[in-house]
């Protein structure tokens, strides 16, 4: 049971609410790594992830501003993919080694939530319905060179990125008991990022207990909607 107060502190609304919630997750992993016996080293990751969400809330309404009892019912849920799967390889090459890295990941979340109001008084009923699914991604590729120099140790790595959000919504409401397509900005939109780095890193033992390490490092990032 709810009450709904004014600011007055006077009752406007009695509300017996029920509601139910039922959320499914799964998931599946896995990895690989194999140590050749040049010393080349194979690292393999993934994996893939659902998650499914029903919210179904009935309410009772009555003792509104205009006393006409009515009942809400509300749905909403969701249908929620994603994956991602890694890679990396280390080699020897020339004076240092060499290891390249590769990533992906990718996710769907398709959502929806319906409302409907009827009224005891047999007045058409009111409502909308809002849909929207939301694909977003990201793409990883990273090189790292390491070679002995200086008396120290060179680590010089290069990183290329895109990300990406894209949207698609709609919203329908109750006309005379059918739900009609309402159009309204920001429906649709989607963003992109592309993004650079390149990083140069020296370190050199000083002292037993004593590291040196100097990083220097520049990113261009471009965003765009």
């Given amino acids: ?21 039922n959320t499914d997750q799964f998931g599946l992993s896995g990895s690989f790594t194999r140590v050749a016996d040049n010393g080349n080293v194979l690292n393999l990751t993934g994996e893939v992830n659902g998650f499914i969400r029903r919210e179904d809330e009935t309410s009772e309404r009555s003792g509104s501003i205009n006393s006409i009892d009515r009942v809400r019912d509300f749905r909403s849920g969701e249908d929620e993919f994603n994956f991602e799967v890694g890679a990396d390889y280390q080699f020897a090459l020339g004076p240092g080694r060499l290891k390249v890295i590769g990533y992906h990941r990718y996710e769907d979340s398709p959502t929806f939530s319906t409302s409907v109001t009827s009224f005891s008084d047999g007045s058409d009923p009111s409502g909308s319905r809002f849909t929207r699914d ?37 919203l329908d409401v109750l006309d005379a008991g059918d739900f ?15 993004r650079a780095e390149l990083q140069a890193t020296y370190s050199r033992p000083l002292a037993s207990n004593l590291q040196f390490q100097l990083s220097v490092a520049g990113e261009y990032s471009r965003i765009s909607q």
């Fill in 180 to 194: 009609v397509p309402v159009d309204f900005d920001g429906a649709t939109a989607r963003v992109d990022e592309d």
């Fill in 134 to 170: 939301a694909d977003e991604g990201e793409t990883i590729a990273r090189a790292e060179y390491s070679f002995p120099a200086l008396g120290g140790d060179l680590l010089i790595a290069g990183e290329g990125v895109r990300n990406f959000l894209d949207i698609n919504s709609a």
């Fill in 1 to 21: 049971p709810e009450l709904v107060f004014d600011g007055a502190g006077a009752l406007i609304d009695t509300r017996e609410e029920q509601r139910t919630e």
